[in-house]
């Protein structure tokens, strides 16, 4: 019969070995137990809420559709005032202003009441017709202006001087972009609309240059 091949380990040999699989054990039971640890004192995930936001960048003037928004989740106590919580609360919203992708839709980005959030107290809201259109790609909600109106001669219709109606007046929303109001100097169409947030007596002096023509300065 053969003799074996099989080498044969020494005792001293036998040990080391032993003794190296215990440390590799060790280390093995030591990573476990530590990574359980970590996953018993590791806090719970912080609870939301939902909140619409939009699933791409949106222009002013947009009418939000279904396909325009969706739900994520929010911080429990971080979510803006105003924000819509389902889709059905945002389908069917003008848009006062631009929205980016992943921005919550809240009452004051769209038209009606709540465009006076946050306005001093007296404030109200006034649509000026805009003739002058050379402004238009420098405003935005927020954005102060200036009013100036003048009159035609009743008598010659000739024009006569501008007069500044409004001073440091804000801009709450243009309800449709530039490039869709259509408007085209000289060109006799529908002049593009502005929303403003004005006092009583302020919005009075507005109403009282409808008819005639209506230009913005910009304040720094």
């Given at each position: 019969m053969p003799a074996s091949t099989a080498p044969v380990r020494s005792p001293a040999r036998r040990r080391v070995l032993r003794r190296r699989l215990r440390r590799?054990?060790?280390?093995l039971l030591a990573g476990a137990a530590a990574a359980s640890l970590a996953a018993a004192v590791a806090p719970p995930p912080p609870p939301t809420e939902a909140v619409v936001v939009a699933v791409h960048d949106l222009p002013a003037g947009a009418v939000v559709t279904a396909a325009d928004v969706a739900v994520a989740p929010w911080p429990r106590g971080a979510r803006p005032d105003g924000a819509a919580t389902a889709p059905a609360e945002a389908v069917g919203a003008v848009l006062s202003g631009a929205l980016r992708r992943g921005e919550p839709l809240t009452d004051a980005r769209r038209l009606g009441p709540?465009?006076?959030a946050g306005q001093p107290p007296g404030?109200?809201?006034v649509a000026l017709a805009l003739s002058d259109a050379g402004a238009l790609p420098s405003l935005s909600p927020g954005r102060r202006i200036d009013v100036l109106a003048r009159a035609g001669d009743p008598v010659t219709g000739a024009a006569g001087p501008a007069e500044r109606v409004a001073t440091d007046v804000v801009v709450l929303a243009l309800p449709a972009p530039p490039a869709a109001s259509g408007f085209l100097p000289g060109s006799g169409t529908a002049p593009a609309t502005l929303l403003l947030g004005v006092d009583e007596e302020t919005a009075r002096r507005l109403a009282s240059t409808a008819?005639?023509?209506t230009g913005v300065v910009l304040r720094s």
């Open positions: 590799i054990g060790a280390a709540g465009l006076l404030t109200v809201l008819g005639g023509w």
